[in-house]
């Protein structure tokens, strides 16, 4: 019902999008671009790394892709992305030869070592010819989505996992997706609005909360809106941390005066192959986990194709 509102809100919505996250959502962030290449234009990534870091290991997903980067396949990440778009399994990689990416890693990060994020950067490189890689490794910030006003001391580590280092992360790789943004303003709580998520999939085997978030700026009433989905960290969905991420990013106050919806999806815990709400990036939903069919990546995308859709209307 609540979805039903939120389209009801916006009269119009572009059928490509951007996305962004931290940690494993940082990682499904760069999953998430390279299957669905034709649909999002621009890729944020977060303390996140190359497509199929884990080679569908969990050992390698808690070692080669965090904390030892020595051990990470920098080479099979590639071959695995070239293989699956031959087989049409992700969409043509000569898509991301346009994209826009923003890679970000604090340099005091202990969680997912700087070096990971650094073959993001290389991952990257070898596909995107004509378009912007940004990166920024400077930030003295432990692991978090780093802001310029919200939580925690920048060096600290902990939940919920947003720190603030005078550096507005959410503004750098808006408005490198979007040039010419509005100045950002705060946003109104009462237009961030929560939808059921089990209207676009089976959100049991996904390991996905029944409530999703979503934003829709007070401008989305009258005039056509961009579309954002922002994916959350380990420990940081609502169920952990409350409406802490959906609502501090920065994401918000710059969506509000630039008219861009932002989609907030949500995982729940389970206890033996999810217990702290990640994002899948190694296998736990099933082998296809990096492929367009994955049973977290389809219901993400169907969820980016119903709100913008004009069987809406």
Known sequence: MLLILVVGLCTSLVSSFTVSGLSSGGFFSTQFHVAFSSSVTGAAII????????????????????????????????????????????????????????????????????????????????????????????????????????????????????????FDTSGAFLNQFYPNLNPKTVFNPNNLLTFDQSTYGDISSASMSKTGYVYVPTGCKSTTCNIHIAFHGCQQSAETVGKDFVSYTGLNDWAESNNIVVIYPQLTTEMLKNPEGCWDFWGYTGNNFALKTGKQMSIVYSMSQKVPGVEWF
């Open 47 to 166: 303390a996140g790394g190359p497509y199929y870091c884990s080679q569908g290991s969990q050992t390698n997903a808690e070692i080669a892709c965090m904390s030892s980067p020595a051990l990470l396949n920098l080479n099979a990440c590639i071959n695995e992305a070239q293989k699956n778009a031959a087989a049409g399994s992700i969409d043509s990689l000569t898509n991301l030869a346009k994209a826009s990416v923003y890679i970000f890693s604090g340099s005091r990060d202990t969680v997912v070592n700087p070096g990971v994020v650094k073959d993001t950067v290389q991952f990257y490189q070898k596909f995107v010819t004509s378009g912007t890689i940004v990166s920024n490794f400077t930030v003295p910030a432990e692991h978090s989505w780093v802001t310029n006003s919200y939580k925690n001391k920048c060096a600290y580590l902990g939940s919920p996992y947003m720190n603030n280092c005078n």
